[in-house]
Structure formats: structure tokens, C-alpha cells
């Protein structure tokens, strides 16, 4: 008796444990990171997409996109170039030059960050289909900080 209940447990728990393991999860490639992101702080959506060999990331959402002082389009205020504080927001590369290292990891970028007007060293890795772990660093080896970006439509798995 104990032999009937047993073997078919067994057949029954390889089963389970095959079909967990077979799976179909999204393949990740170079082009996996490319889309359209919510930045940490919800208040920007960023469109991440391939040029040439490389990767880039524009602005193409903001939560305030008007700045209520003008009444115009929020401008660049914050950057260090006189001449480019009145550039929107709207439409601005962020992201730049970023190349796919393999194993969900885009490095050698750098990225604006209009908050401070700062131009920083950054790598990009993807931590499963729809997130990110945006790493900025301030010329030297250890992140400055570290942001967590989320795909803003989902990928659906092959």
C-alpha cells in the first residue's frame, strides 16, 4: 500500500519541479533595456532607445510639466550652462552612450540629472523585465547613488 501512494507522489512532485523549471521567462538581450521607464521619484517617465550601436534616454514625461511660476514649459534652470537653462525639459537625452556589457548590464553611459545640473558616470542593470537599477557615480568606483526605475507597460513573457 505504502508503495502506490509513494511512487506516484514521487512522478508527481518531478512533474511539478519540471514544469517550474520549463518555464518560459523572457530572454534578455542588449535591446531588453529599451522602453519607456518611471524614474524613483515618479515624477518623469523616461524613453530608453538603441541609436547606432548605442543606448540613450530622453525625457518624454513629466508629473509637472508646466512650471507654475511661468506658466511655460519646465526649463533646464538648474544647469551650470547659462545658455542651457532654457531648454525643456520635454525631450531632453538624459541618458547617453551607454553600450551593452552582456548579463544585464549597460555601462560607460553617463547621465544628466537636470535636479542638480550635474553630468554623471553611470551604468545601467536590469534586475528582471520590468526594472532597473540605475547606479550614478561621481568619478569614482563606488555608486553616489543608486535609483530604481519601473517599465511603465509591462512585457508580457515570450
Known amino acids: 500500500m505504502i508503495k502506490r501512494i509513494f511512487i506516484p507522489?514521487?512522478?508527481a512532485s518531478a512533474l511539478i519541479l519540471i514544469s517550474a523549471f520549463?518555464?518560459?521567462y523572457p530572454a534578455f538581450t542588449a535591446d531588453s533595456v529599451t522602453g519607456i521607464w518611471l524614474t524613483e521619484t515618479g515624477e518623469g517617465h523616461v524613453q530608453i532607445y538603441k541609436q547606432g550601436v548605442n543606448y540613450y534616454g530622453k525625457i518624454i514625461w513629466l508629473k509637472e510639466p508646466i512650471d507654475p511660476g511661468t506658466g511655460k514649459p519646465v526649463t533646464d534652470k538648474k544647469n551650470t550652462d547659462?545658455?542651457?537653462?532654457?531648454?525643456p525639459?520635454?525631450?531632453?537625452?538624459?541618458?547617453r552612450n551607454f553600450k551593452y556589457a552582456g548579463n544585464r548590464?549597460?555601462?560607460n553611459g553617463r547621465m544628466y540629472n537636470h535636479e542638480d545640473g550635474k553630468d554623471y558616470?553611470?551604468?545601467?542593470?536590469?534586475k528582471d523585465a520590468n526594472t532597473l537599477?540605475?547606479?550614478?557615480?561621481?568619478?569614482?568606483s563606488q555608486a553616489v547613488k543608486v535609483q530604481t526605475w519601473f517599465r511603465v507597460q509591462e512585457v508580457a513573457p515570450n
Do not use: D, H
Not at 82 to 87: N, S
Not at 121 to 126: G, R, T
Open 89 to 95: 525639459l520635454l525631450g531632453l537625452i538624459s541618458l
Open 9 to 11: 507522489s514521487c512522478i
Open 82 to 87: 547659462k545658455v542651457l537653462q532654457a531648454r
Open 22 to 24: 520549463s518555464t518560459p
Open 105 to 107: 548590464l549597460w555601462e
Open 133 to 140: 537599477s540605475v547606479k550614478i557615480y561621481n568619478g569614482i
Open 121 to 126: 558616470s553611470c551604468k545601467i542593470i536590469m
